[in-house]
């Protein structure tokens, strides 16, 4: 039942409408609403119930177990969003002075000064608004470097087959060529296949590492100098930092340019899908271009840095200080976590992951790439299993619904068919870990015995699978009352 | 070992299981010259209770404040249900919604949410959000362009708020687009007889209601014009004005695309985000609409169900030929702009708007009845926000106020040198008389002793007296 399903014409929530003064307006007639309004006239209760009911039809951290893999759903601190959420902080204006920001500036300045540190970059900024808007950033710095140079020749940026979709889309945003490059059976990339590539159009190459099939990239330092030496940057994609923080640092991998996903390695909330945040670190070359905002400090003061300063700054990406409170909450889990914490959240992490691929491997789940370490994930592929029964990768993962967890990346990276990619995060225990590998055992067995009941699954949620096609061909985006037809 | 809950004796075994002797090993496919020492730059680990007492030291230290600024964030009620209900684990801490069946919650939010949306603005389509009020402008101007195929010159009025033009040109510029600013006229509005010399050709024009100034646009003669041109119009909304003002969908023959920063349904001013831009459409257009679409279907048994749809618009399928690199939305700050929607209700929203409107009203009257101040624009009808000339320094004016505990506004010198003694001051439906009052006396003491004796006896911030 919809919200609006609920409305009653004439129902009035007295405690929220603010008094007002009584005054004429001048506003000519033409500019003002003719159309009603559509909106659900119900009282607090009713819309209070419907949303808290809405809510319990979903999965999320605080329910289930989510190895979603690349998503790293690790458990989001109470404390972050309790303490984001002090009123002191909630009722800043953005455009309020510096002087009336102090304790804000320095949460945001300490933290720069944190990922400076965990990244090995020389400057961060904390403004893109997402991982797909710190790409941006990134991918513009790159492109502003080479313009500032006079080296306008370069238009291609590199990728690897089995990049984030982000990659490519955000390079074709910067207006680049996109380049895919080959990997090669042991996940790696085909240093072959980029030397072929790689030459005087090359503005830069877009890697993730660990990458996306779950393995760090063991000739990384050997890619980083011949893209270099072609006079090209390298892009760190950090949406896996997870297995690496406090372990290595991209800086010293050799890398110009960096963004990080908070809202993965520093546990902010993924919220049904945002708000994350992006933030951007680069070495001392690129400098000149971070995106502003950018938080200053001298002798304790903390004031914002601006283009006024940072002419060659690629620009601002959000009308004012980009996702603040998403940073408050990634402050207060980097000091939470500290130092020496770290390098355990790879650790363990890693741990978790190789723990499952080994315990998987054992049942008759097949490794897509044998022989390799897991990362903080891996990928399985299931191309046997549907081979021998017919079932896939989608069916396990409904079934896995039914079990109460929620279910692994699947068929991403495209490139490895029938693909799961795991990631159960450092915050899982054992225990947790052991009744995923029982379920994925079962599911195992129902493969084998009755896969009817994989291919028609979920069967215990609140919707079995639904219609896509009719989804996206008959679209239905709005409500529109009754009587009238929707568009 | 904060949040990690592995014993000893459950590391061991683990090991165990792997075949591995300690957790170092399992990096050994890392070349040992890439592993880096202790870091040097973190401090050490804080308790819970460390961590509150210096956050809760940071939220206080700065005092709080009677604000008056808008210009592009706004200051209005949140009920108290709306964050409670957004916070709740399982809004706050699910991902995206791709697997369907365990997401209806988020799902059929976000599609009551395009439902409120779409009607708000008076357009047929609405996708999920997108990051704020400038990145959707951003990339309202880009589908603008896709859409119309023959043009890359977008025309921006100089009405817009000048943080959006800065975020439009880092966004859209890469992709040889063209911005041309059209003049604002001496009545704060767009200069139409410019307008009508810069129209033809163009592939758009972004129209601000209400603008930057607070001033009423002619929004119905903007679209008019922009369609003889053949341009596409972009309309650019306040979303608590489109309760009270005609919204996109009702100007002239109606806009094309509708996109603003969604700030004041619920979210908190929180130095500046997280917010969320919203983008509606006219129906043809949706397919090249970026951003999370949810539409409504059945499942296999013929119930009602909602899922991500038009999902080949996107990054994870379409990879460099998407729409946009968008991977998320806003989820959580939609969560809570939904349920304050239904919370305030069309007769709520509206009074919200109305009183916003008055309670400016009533500010500008008695701020311009101060001998030194006057209304910029005075013909022009304004909704929540009006511009001031003073006469005295503005920074000096402000400074001043700040010492009293008062945010009088934001001052115009910075963006537009015609403005030196501009300010723009915003009263919305939290300000009461006594509020109102409060500034006045505090204003009219301080710019009565500017005016009289220049420069100002006050030197720095530590100097409170005045």
Known sequence: ?487 | MPFIPHTPADTAAMLEAIGARSVDELFDEIPEALRCGPLTHVPSALTEQQISRLMQERATADGTFLNFIGAGAYEHHIPAAVWEIATRGEFYTAYTPYQAEASQGTLQLLYEFQTMIASLTGMDVSNASLYDGSSALAEAVLMAVRLHGNSRRVLMPETVHPLYRQVVEAIVTAQSIVLETVPAGEDGRTDMDALRKQLPGAAALVIPQPNFFGCLEDAPEMVQLAQEAQALTIGLVNPIACALLAPPGEWGPGCDIAVGEGQSLGAPLSSGGPYFGFMACKRPHVRQMPGRIVGRTVDAEGRDAFTLTLQAREQHIRRSKATSNICTNQGLLVTAATIHMALLGPAGLRQVALASHAHTKRLVARLTAIAGIRLAYPNTPFFHEAVLRIDAPVPDVLRALEAQGILGGYALSEAFAALADGLLVCATETKTEADIERYAEQLERIVSKRRMEPPCAYKDNNQRSL
């Not at chain 1, 020496?340 to 959240?345: A, H, K, L, V, Y």
Request: with cysteine.
């Open chain 1, 1 to 487: 039942m919809l919200i609006f399903d609920r409305s009653q014409p004439g129902r009035v929530n007295a405690a929220q409408m603010p008094p007002a003064m009584d005054l004429p307006s001048d506003i000519p007639e033409a500019l003002l609403r003719r159309q009603p309004l559509v909106l659900p006239e119900v009282s607090e209760l009713q819309a209070v119930r419907h949303y808290t009911r809405l809510s319990q039809r979903n999965f999320s951290i605080d329910t289930h177990f989510y190895p979603l893999g690349s998503c790293t759903m690790k458990y989001n601190p109470r404390a972050s969003n309790a303490l984001a959420m002090l009123p002191g902080f909630l009722n800043r204006h953005p455009l309020a002075p510096e002087s009336t920001g102090q304790g804000f500036l320095a949460c945001l300045f300490e933290l720069q000064e944190i990922l400076k540190d965990v990244t090995g970059m020389r400057g961060v900024s904390l403004t893109p608004m997402a991982g797909a808007q710190g790409e941006f950033a990134g991918v513009a710095m790159i492109r502003a470097y080479h313009k500032a140079r006079g080296d306008e020749a370069r238009d291609e940026i590199l990728i690897p087959k089995a990049a984030h979709g982000t990659n490519p889309a955000t390079a074709a945003m910067c207006g680049y060529r996109v380049h895919e490059i080959d990997v090669k059976p042991d996940g790696d990339i085909d240093l072959a296949a980029l030397d072929a590539a790689i030459g005087p159009r090359t503005a830069g190459l877009m890697l993730t590492n660990p990458s996306t099939l779950g393995v760090f990239d063991r000739h990384i330092l050997d890619i980083a100098q011949r893209v270099h030496k072609a006079g090209g940057l390298l892009y760190y994609d950090g949406a896996n930092l997870n297995a690496i923080l406090g372990q290595v640092k991209p800086g010293d991998m050799g890398f110009d340019v960096i963004h990080l996903n908070l809202h993965k390695t520093f546990s902010t909330p993924h919220g049904g899908g945002g708000p994350g945040a992006g933030p951007v670190g680069v070495s001392e070359r690129l400098l000149p271009f971070l995106p502003v905002p950018i938080v200053g400090e001298s002798r304790g003061h903390y004031y914002w840095i601006t283009e006024k300063t940072r002419p060659q700054s690629i620009g601002r990406l959000s009308t004012f200080m980009g996702n603040a409170g998403v940073l408050l909450r990634a402050y207060v889990y980097a000091r939470l976590i500290g130092r020496e914490g770290m390098p355990r959240i790879a650790q363990y992490a890693v741990l978790n992951a190789n723990y499952l691929l080994r315990k998987l491997a054992a049942l008759g789940f097949e490794p897509a790439y044998k022989g390799r370490r897991a990362t903080h994930e891996f990928l399985l592929t299931l191309k046997n299993l549907k081979d021998a029964t017919s079932v896939t990768a989608m069916d396990v993962a409904k079934r896995l619904l039914d079990k109460g967890y929620h279910a692994p990346t699947v068929y991403f990276p495209l490139m490895v068919p029938e693909c799961f990619l795991i990631e159960p995060t450092e915050t899982e225990g054992l225990d947790e870990l052991d009744g995923f590998i029982a379920a994925m055992a079962e599911i195992l067995l129902e493969a084998r015995t009755s896969p009817d009941v994989l291919k028609g699954a979920p069967h215990t949620l609140p919707v079995r699978r639904l219609d896509e096609v009719r989804a996206a061909r008959e679209l239905n985006l709005t409500w529109t009352p009754p009587h009238k037809t929707h568009s």
